[in-house]
């Protein structure tokens, strides 16, 4: 049984959730009320007032209720997850460690807390506390057992400049164009930055993944997956909502199929032994190979190792033995004559090969 993909499911989150296939989602994103507890007015020093979160969806009798509350939501959201897929659940100071807490308790495994810290965060009008730069987000998979989950490394290091992502992430408020309106006002009080949803969502699934958000709102979650060539499932209980995130997805156009693709993980590569190499014809046994200064030359034989200064064994070990090296990496290491005389690494062999087998 597939779920009903590409639509906004009306009425309350828990209930929608528990009518769909278990097992049927490739990643959740949730953005579930932060229960603000906002009481007092709050006004900027020229005394307009600022918009705060005051929506009757922010509301709960106490912690206990919110408690509740989360445990339910988390827990019909654990059942629809794939084996391999993940959970987001995004959260400030005021729910995010009762969130994470329940998520331990249901047994979901922690793989990240990653920090959004907001480049124009609200200023703290009063002068009592720290100005509040960010928000927590949790990322896990729906048990300490689960394998295979997705995690585009690659992908996240090109979109970092080539750098190792890291899990704080400086990202703007959602303001100007992109935020949206209705009569003049904002028409959703906590809408996300695409820019936000664009990372998890391209960190942790593939195209034609299913990504589900539970608390679908203005519709930035299923606008971000559409966009990048994913499925989506919203779940939202407020007609005016509805209507707000259904209009803006009639204007979201997907990219190109070649658009889509991602910078591949190493990891899920076919690997390529030496040996296969030899066997295609690439090389042959008796072929030189060479450091790239030429200091070192050992000769290829049939069963794809290699043989210098009185010692066998794989382009690895050879490579280590003549540097005096505890390890060495073979196939950046050792070179072949192409014409002219130049030097190639024998990792390129390798590439090739990869090509041939996709």
């Known amino acids: 049984m597939t779920p009903p993909i590409d639509k906004i499911l009306e009425g309350d989150c828990v209930e929608r959730m528990k009518a769909l296939p278990a097992e049927s989602v490739d990643m959740i994103f949730a953005d579930p009320p932060y229960f603000l507890q906002l009481e ?7 005394n307009s007032r600022v918009d705060g979160v005051s929506d009757a969806w922010d509301q709960f009798e106490g912690f206990a209720a919110y408690d509740a509350f989360t445990r339910e939501w988390l827990g019909a959201a654990q059942r629809l997850l794939k084996p ?25 495994w922690i793989l990240n807390d990653v920090i959004w810290r907001k480049t124009n965060p609200m200023p703290n009008f009063r002068g009592r506390r720290f100005t509040n730069a ?26 970092n400049d080539d750098l190792q992502m890291r899990s704080d992430w400086l990202i703007p408020l959602c303001t100007g164009t992109e935020r949206l309106k209705k ?3 904002k028409a959703h009080a906590t809408q996300k930055p695409e820019a936000l949803l664009h990372r998890a969502i391209l960190a942790a699934t593939d195209t034609g993944d299913v990504v589900l958000d539970p608390f679908f709102g203005s519709g930035t979650t299923g606008a971000v997956a559409k966009r990048l060539g994913r499925h989506w499932i919203g779940i939202e209980r ?24 991602v910078t591949p993980s190493k990891r899920s590569q076919p690997r390529i032994p030496f040996g296969l190499v030899v066997e295609r014809g690439l090389l042959s046994p008796g072929d030189q190979l060479y450091d790239a200064r030429r200091r070192y030359a050992a000769k290829v034989r049939a069963d794809g190792s290699l043989v210098a200064d009185g010692v066998t064994g794989s382009i690895h070990k050879v490579g280590a033995h003549l540097q005096g090296a505890p390890a060495c990496n073979g196939w950046t290491f050792w070179h072949f004559d192409v014409e002219g005389g130049d030097l190639k690494p024998i990792a390129l062999l390798r590439e090739r090969m990869r090509q041939e087998i996709h």
């Open 40 to 46: 007092d007015e709050l006004l900027r020093p020229n």
């Open 84 to 108: 391999t897929g993940t959970l987001w659940v995004i959260g400030s100071y005021h729910n995010i460690f009762r969130v994470g807490t329940a998520l331990q308790d249901l047994g979901f």
């Open 134 to 159: 960010h928000e927590t987000l949790i990322w896990c998979t729906k048990g300490r057992d689960a394998k295979g989950y997705r995690f585009n490394y690659d992908a996240m290091k090109s979109l």
């Open 183 to 185: 009569d003049g006002k």
């Open 238 to 261: 407020q007609e005016d909502y509805i209507t707000l995130a259904q209009e803006r997805l009639r204007t979201v156009q997907v990219a190109s199929e070649e658009a889509l693709e």
